[in-house]
């Protein structure tokens, strides 16, 4: 365990630079069980991971209290193997992704919390929504009759840049199209509530941003180790 020792200390450093209503993703991805068990050890509960393999593994041996989110692209062949006890999907990029989540559940008797992910950045490499494409998404209303999932609000990266004018503005967009799907969908969805957006090297820009979820890796866990 002592290649891990300082986990505990950076994560502690991480959980003090955040305001006390925005959650911490502990992203996981790429490094061993004994990174997330000094993590665990340390207090944290909530844990990012992007390969269903992997977390499968890790899902296996690690406590059971554990919420497990998957924040990477999830492929719908891919959604069975981790419905029986993921906490929620971050990154939910299609109605045909939804449906599938929603199918999984049912199976197991579940509701999977999900967020709908924006393509708000500059490159073409980012998956998600575009804002019109997640209006259109909304407008048609098939979301509404699936009874397994709940939507819990949005999640974007911003564009890959060290501009922060840049990266304000991807976030600011990101929020104020928080603000719009909220009143005109979600309007008494208390449960639709989350802005996730912000990682290791931009997360205090998108908590002032308002952002609710940091997904936060390297600044706790070191770089990735596999």
């Known amino acids: 365990m002592s290649g891990y020792a300082g986990i505990g200390s950076r994560l502690a450093k991480v959980k003090e630079s955040l305001p006390q209503n925005v959650r911490l993703v502990a992203v996981s991805k790429f490094h061993p069980v004994e990174a997330l068990e000094s993590a665990y050890a340390a207090g944290q509960r909530t844990f990012g991971e992007s390969h269903e393999q992997e977390l499968s593994k890790k899902q296996a041996v690690l406590p059971k209290d554990i919420d497990w989110h998957f924040i990477g692209h999830l492929q719908t062949n891919k959604v069975k193997y981790i419905a029986p006890y993921i906490s929620m999907i971050d990154a939910v990029d299609s109605l045909k992704l939804l449906k599938e989540i929603n ?19 500059e490159e073409a490499t980012k998956y998600g929504f575009t804002p019109d494409g997640l209006r259109q998404m909304l407008d048609e209303g098939e ?56 990682m290791s090297g931009d997360y205090k820009v998108a908590v002032e941003c308002r952002s609710t979820m940091v997904r936060i890796g390297t600044a706790i866990f070191g770089e990735r180790e596999y």
């Open 103 to 121: 199918k999984q559940a049912a199976k197991h008797d579940r509701v999977i919390k999900v967020l709908l992910e924006l393509h708000i950045a």
């Open 143 to 198: 979301w509404r009759q699936l009874k397994n999932v709940e939507i819990c609000g949005l999640m974007a990266m911003a564009t890959n840049t060290d501009d922060e004018i840049r990266i304000r503005k991807d976030f600011n967009l990101a929020a104020s199209l928080f603000d719009e799907i909220k009143s005109k969908y979600f309007a008494d969805a208390d449960s639709f509530c989350e802005r996730s957006w912000g």
